[in-house]
C-alpha cells in the first residue's frame, strides 16, 4: 500500500460521504436519520457529509424494503459510485420486508440478494445513535480494505 493509498483511506474514514435512498420504507428510518445533522447528535463532526449523488459518495444508506420499482435504482445507484464502497442497511426492512413482506409489489429477498451490504442496523426503526455507528463502521471497513465490495474485486 503506498502512502497515498493509506491517506485516501484515513480520509474515507474521518470523512465518510453518504448517500440515502428510501427504497419503499413507512419513512421511519427516515426520521430516524435526519436528526444526524442536528446538534444533538452531529454527525459532521465525525466528518460524515451527506449526499444527493452517489457518484461522489463512499456509502449507500439504504432503508425500506426492497419493491420491484426500487430495485434497479438502487442496482443503479450501487453501480455509480466510486470504488471503494460501502452499504449501511437501516432497519429490518431491507433484510425481510418487515410488515410490508407478502405484499405483491415487495421482492421476496433481502436487499443482501441484490447488491452487497456490509452494516446492517437493526431497529424499526432504528435509533439515531446506531445509525451514526453503523455509518462509522462502514468507514471503519472502508479504511481497513474489508467491505465486500474490495474483497470481491480482490479474488
Known amino acids: 500500500m503506498t502512502l497515498l493509498d493509506r491517506v485516501l483511506a484515513v480520509a474515507?474514514?474521518?470523512?465518510p460521504w453518504v448517500c440515502r435512498v428510501n427504497t419503499g420504507s413507512c419513512n421511519g428510518c427516515d426520521i430516524e436519520v435526519t436528526p444526524l445533522i442536528s446538534p444533538r447528535y452531529d454527525a459532521e463532526q465525525l466528518g460524515v457529509q451527506f449526499h444527493g449523488t452517489p457518484k461522489h459518495c463512499d456509502i449507500l444508506l439504504v432503508s425500506g424494503t426492497l419493491t420491484a420499482r426500487s430495485r434497479a435504482a438502487v442496482v443503479s445507484m450501487?453501480?455509480?459510485m466510486p470504488s471503494p464502497k460501502a452499504v449501511v442497511a437501516l432497519g429490518s426492512c431491507p433484510a425481510s420486508g418487515n410488515v410490508f413482506a407478502g405484499s405483491p409489489v415487495v421482492l421476496g429477498c433481502s436487499l443482501d440478494e441484490v447488491i452487497p451490504?456490509?452494516?446492517?442496523v437493526p431497529g424499526c426503526p432504528p435509533r439515531p445513535?446506531?445509525?451514526l455507528e453503523g455509518i462509522a463502521r462502514a468507514a471503519?471497513?472502508?479504511e481497513a480494505g474489508?467491505?465486500?465490495d474490495q474483497i470481491g474485486r480482490a479474488a
Open 12 to 15: 474515507r474514514r474521518r470523512s
Open 78 to 80: 450501487w453501480e455509480q
Open 117 to 120: 451490504v456490509d452494516v446492517w
Open 129 to 131: 445513535q446506531a445509525i
Open 140 to 142: 471503519a471497513l472502508l
Open 146 to 148: 474489508k467491505t465486500r
